[in-house]
């Protein structure tokens, strides 16, 4: 626990982010509805954190979110002294805003080429890789000033029907508000505790454990809010559908784990290190969708279709990505580089040896999955602490 105020976290932070904190690459207006309904968001995360402490999986607790002049694209959450703050970069919202931009304009592209690259293989990494127009999207290290300016350049080059707006705004929506969640799993989930108790010898292994679980509770929570929304907006004669929900949350969620460890693509990178490939994040993130939905087996198998058709658009828009940065269009390379693969989402070559790593690791996340759950107080009391 840190002495500091929630003041202090989010000066720390980079201080707080405005309306005009990234105005060229989240237009004032943007900023405001990213703003709205991160509010609207949180009161589902209050009554999710009362619902669980009613059933004794957590302790009350609380937390603030808060928007911070950062142009980093990793969200985190801190504790303070009497609650939590889980601190969401402005940069991070503006990255992953112009990524839905960009990879919604190939929706209309018909057979599009796949990339054929296994995350066996070893790959050049490196950010000298990444063509300069995408570095904005891609590279981490980058301040706020080539934040603003690249992803202004780049916002030049997209071009996206505006009949794309809503759909912009709302895959914006849900990659953050995952990334959110996945905060939120931390701090409801109690890794904080179970993590200071820990042995040095130990502390790695529940480290990378409490990351899973946190993707597992993102996705599960996710859900539930989704369902909840939909079911409010048809009780006031709104237009909303899970179908078109769960497409656009398939499509969010392979979407910003592309874009992240663009320096790290291939499988053995991940050995060591708190987080796993971003292609098996994106495989156990399908696994918790087919856990937390509690429908009929015929409701069910549509569900799960929408999720995995978002995920194959997204991968298909990917893979143009990839070929237009090959054309040079986003600009040229250093003598020697070559910027395929983009980004880690290799689902070019699934079959053989990559197959075989793949269900390993997954097998393997599932065990390390269950040991830090018998460890969790919110999973102590039997039922766990995944919404109902
Ligand atoms: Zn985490």
């Known amino acids: 626990m840190s002495g500091w105020s929630l003041e202090d976290a989010i000066a720390i932070a980079g201080g707080p982010a405005g309306p005009h904190t990234c105005f060229e690459a989240l237009p004032p207006q943007d900023f405001d509805c990213v703003a709205e309904n991160l509010q609207v968001f949180n009161l589902h995360l209050e009554q999710i954190a009362r619902e669980a402490v009613a059933r004794g999986a ?10 911070t002049a950062s142009s980093s694209l990793a969200c985190t959450v801190r504790r303070l002294e009497e609650r939590y703050a889980i601190l969401v970069p402005i940069g991070a919202v503006a990255r992953i805003r112009m990524m839905a931009r960009l990879l919604l304009s190939y929706w209309h592209v018909e057979n599009p080429p796949r990339v054929i690259r296994s995350p066996v293989d070893a790959i050049e990494d490196g950010t000298e890789s990444v063509p300069p127009l995408l570095r904005g999207l891609f590279v981490e290290d980058v301040d706020m000033a080539e934040l603003r300016l690249g992803l202004l350049v780049l916002d030049r080059v997209i071009k996206l029907d505006p009949v794309f707006e809503p759909d912009v705004r709302e895959l914006t929506h849900l990659a953050v508000t995952w990334l959110i969640t996945h905060e939120f799993t931390h701090v409801l989930h109690g890794h904080f505790d179970v993590l200071a108790a820990a042995g040095d010898e130990r502390r790695d292994r529940l480290l990378r454990g409490c990351e899973l679980d946190a993707d597992d509770g993102a996705t599960a929570i996710s ?18 559908s899970m179908d078109t929900g769960l497409l656009r949350l398939g499509y969010a969620v392979t979407m910003l784990l592309g874009m992240f460890d663009v320096v790290r693509k291939h499988f053995p990178a991940y050995a060591h290190g708190a987080y796993n490939h971003p292609l098996l994040r994106c495989e156990l993130f399908f696994s918790a969708i087919d856990r937390a939905v509690q429908e009929p ?5 549509t569900f799960l279709h929408s999720v995995t058709e978002g995920w194959k658009r997204c991968i298909h828009a990917y893979d143009m990505l990839t070929v237009e940065a090959m054309a040079g ?5 250093p003598p020697g580089r070559h910027p395929a693969p983009l980004h880690a989402m290799l689902y070019g070559v699934l079959g053989g040896p990559t197959d075989t790593a793949l269900r390993g690791l997954m097998a393997e996340a599932g065990t390390l999955l269950t040991e830090i759950r018998a460890q969790l107080p919110a999973f102590q009391h ?3 602490s995944e919404p109902a």
């Not at 269009?329 to 390379?333: I, T």
């Open 58 to 67: 957590a302790p009350p607790f609380d937390w603030a979110i808060a928007l």
């Open 297 to 301: 087996p015929e409701v069910k198998a």
């Open 329 to 333: 269009r986003f600009g040229s390379l």
């Open 223 to 240: 859900l539930l809010v989704m369902d909840r929304a939909v079911r409010m907006a048809s009780a006031l004669g709104q237009e909303a």
């Open 382 to 384: 039997g039922g766990g």
